[in-house]
């Protein structure tokens, strides 16, 4: 009975988070009642907004103590509008590998007007990296383990029917819901706490 | 000949009733199932309601989905019970093509889950509502009891 529970448990973390999450693009304890994957595109301002106000309330009220397991899943529109998209992801990935992501990502939402004006995307990672590590997420943004494990995310949210970013996969006991509407917080907390006390 | 219409318009009447009913019945159903901020934010997402009243349609229409549905299969206060229905679909429907032609991508909240808005739910819910009306008409223009 106890193998069979751990069983599930081993296939619920596995069903929610995937098979090999880049553990550099993760936040909190694995085994967390809830695991929240959050699709977001780095040129998308509601991801923006998402990322600076709304995600530290997260951390806080749910990864930080235990409940929640917060994966970065990279979700690249195919839009003529978000043609620096991909490589900005690409970037951001790489970073995972050297345990940058959290610091990319900021730098990358900070300055999203100028860089997807210019394009000059390297240039703004680079202000969160020192030249040690410049060299070495230079280098794996062109590997193609980094461009697969980008399409794999954008791959596995369409699996999952995601139609706008910023959307969260919850998954809770098995069951997973998006959720993608982040205009008022305590709405997305309310929902996590019913969740929690089911 | 004219039993035999008559006849076949019953079986419409009762089939249409009973399927409207018990799709109403499901709607609520997977809603309440879920926690009640699911919906709230689908609600929220057509953005045409204060978060307040939000919440008072989120933890509400669900039950009066299921209430109205079970009423409609009875066949107890059918003129109201079609009457309600009819509305709640041209409501629903008005605003599900109001945000397609708004260009919003968002779930439709019909039936909980993950729907995005289409021509299929516009369609569905269009089909619905055809049925709906077509109930009511028949709800008003007969005096005896319904099928």
């Not at chain 1, 193998?3 to 098979?19: D, E, K, M, R, S």
């Not at chain 1, 970013?165 to 019913?194: E, M």
């Not at chain 2, 569905?124 to 109930?135: H, K, P, Q, T, V």
């Amino acid at each position: 009975m106890k193998f069979v529970a751990l069983a599930l448990a081993a296939l619920a973390t596995g069903f929610a988070a995937g098979p090999d999450v880049d553990k550099g693009k993760t936040m909190g304890n694995p085994s967390a009642p809830i695991t929240l994957e959050l699709y977001s595109d780095f040129m998308c301002p509601h991801c923006k907004h998402l990322h600076e106000d709304i995600l530290p309330a997260i951390v806080a009220d749910f990864v930080k103590n235990g409940k929640a397991y917060l994966v970065f899943r990279e979700f690249p529109l195919n839009i003529p509008q978000h043609v620096y998209s991909r490589p900005a992801a690409n970037y951001a990935t790489a970073a995972a590998r050297i345990g940058k992501y959290q610091q990319v990502c900021d730098a990358l939402f900070k300055a999203q007007q100028q860089w997807g004006m210019t394009g000059k995307v390297w240039e703004t990672v680079a202000t969160a990296l020192t030249p040690e590590e410049q060299k070495k997420v230079q280098a794996l943004a062109s590997d193609p383990s980094v461009l697969a494990e980008v399409q794999k995310d954008y791959d596995l949210g369409m699996r999952s029917q995601i139609n706008q970013t910023p959307t969260v996969i919850v998954t809770y006991k098995l069951k997973q819901q998006p959720w993608s509407f982040w205009d008022d917080y305590n709405l997305f907390k309310g929902y996590l706490d019913g969740l929690l006390k089911k | 000949m004219d039993f035999s219409k008559n006849k076949a318009l019953r079986i419409v009447l009762l089939t249409l009733r009973v399927v409207l009913g018990a799709i109403f019945v499901y709607a609520g159903y997977v809603k309440l199932k879920d926690p009640w901020q699911l919906f709230a934010a689908g609600v929220a997402s057509y953005d045409l309601l204060p978060m307040g009243a939000v919440e008072v349609v989120a933890r509400t229409l669900p039950w009066f989905e299921v209430a109205v549905g079970v009423v409609l299969i009875t066949g107890f206060f059918f003129r109201t019970s079609s009457t309600i229905i009819t509305g709640l679909l041209a409501v629903f429907f008005t605003l599900i093509v109001r945000a397609y032609m708004q260009g919003k991508e968002i779930n439709c909240g019909c039936f909980g889950g993950n729907e995005p808005i289409s021509p299929l739910t516009m369609l569905r819910d269009g089909s619905m509502l055809a049925g709906a009306i077509f109930l009511c008409v028949m709800a008003y223009r007969s005096r005896r009891t319904p099928a």
